[in-house]
Nanobody, 122 residues
């Protein structure tokens, strides 16, 4: 079992920045690839970014490429999502997820956090 707790969400103006954190506990954090997903009201959960176990490989959704950066600190059992140049369409609940393999679809991830709300005002 892996327990994930997100933090760092909030209200920000368009063009601003936020950094989300996801703290993990339970099984060895460094065994897991970590992903960030988001879900806006009335929409399906969508892939944002993923990072492999060592942090050496990352993938991003086209919609956030160049604006968001995923990173991890295995010593702190934490994964981060730095979000810059935020847009109103980035408004969503953001979830972190863990799986033993790198993936980009929600149904491939075994463990999920409870989510943190990000609201970007225009």
């Amino acid at each position: 079992q892996v327990l994930l707790v997100e933090s760092g969400g909030g209200l920000v103006q368009a063009g601003g920045s936020l950094r989300l954190s996801c703290a993990a506990s339970g099984r060895t954090f460094s065994y897991y690839a970590m992903g960030w997903f988001r879900q806006a009201p009335g929409k399906e959960r969508e892939f944002v970014a993923v990072i492999n176990r060592t942090g050496g490989t990352t993938y991003y959704a086209d919609s956030v490429q160049g604006r968001f950066t995923i990173s991890r600190d295995n010593a702190k059992n934490t994964v981060y999502l730095q979000m810059n140049s935020l847009k109103p369409e980035d408004t969503a609940v953001y979830y972190c997820a863990a799986d033993l393999k790198v993936a980009t679809t929600p149904n491939e991830f075994d463990y999920w956090g409870q989510g943190t709300q990000v609201t970007v005002s225009s």
